[in-house]
């Protein structure tokens, strides 16, 4: 029932999307370095909520935590163009960071959360590689995690778009010696079947394995 619904959102988002705008800038786990185009906003269905706005040179950024938790508000910034005059520069650099307040069930005073990253963004025709360290806290813990990635733009004619093959892996170290206490590996698919709707199918990790059909991300720009 679950899978019917999700499937069913998927197929109504993409009847009602038509307006061209960027991809969202996360890919699986994963920041990318790249931003919201300018007054355009990128929503995740999927994992409420997640919002992503074109704004003040760079994007800001509503939602949750990637270890979840409480919900923060941040801003991310491309600091170094794709294109330098006639010359297309492969390797882009953005950072970012997030701030929330957790307010105590039982209340009395609230702690802060906060989110600090960087991503390492690497494109040679085809292939993308991408590094993503990241730092967060929720208040009661924190996590120093690494994300590095690997996506390949298939050659496809049967679904239409664009599909890339992703491969990441997630370090989980222990700050601050940085040393890898966990490292969990997945492998999916993107999918962008129009300009302004992109689906991330996480059909394995090493955690639980193999999973069909493994919905992940939905996202949809206006």
Known sequence: MKTTARLFML??????????????SIVMSQEIADVAATNSVNIELMNWPDVRFGALDGEVKIGNLAHGGPDVAGFKK??????KGNQRNPLTIAGYGGLGIVTPAGGGAGTTAFTVGAAFTYEDGQMTLNANPVIEDDGTNSWTDAYLGAFYKLNNRKLGGKVLAVAEVELQ??????????????????????????????????????????LFRLNIGF
């Open 78 to 83: 491309v600091f170094s163009q794709k294109r």
């Open 11 to 24: 197929a109504s988002v993409m009847l009602l999307a038509s307006r061209a705008v960027a991809e969202p």
């Open 173 to 214: 170290l222990s700050a601050p010696v940085g040393v890898v206490t966990e490292n969990i590996t997945r492998l999916g698919l993107r999918w962008v079947p129009t300009r302004n709707v992109a689906v991330d199918l996480n059909l394995y990790d090493s955690t639980s394995g193999l999973q069909v059909p493994g």
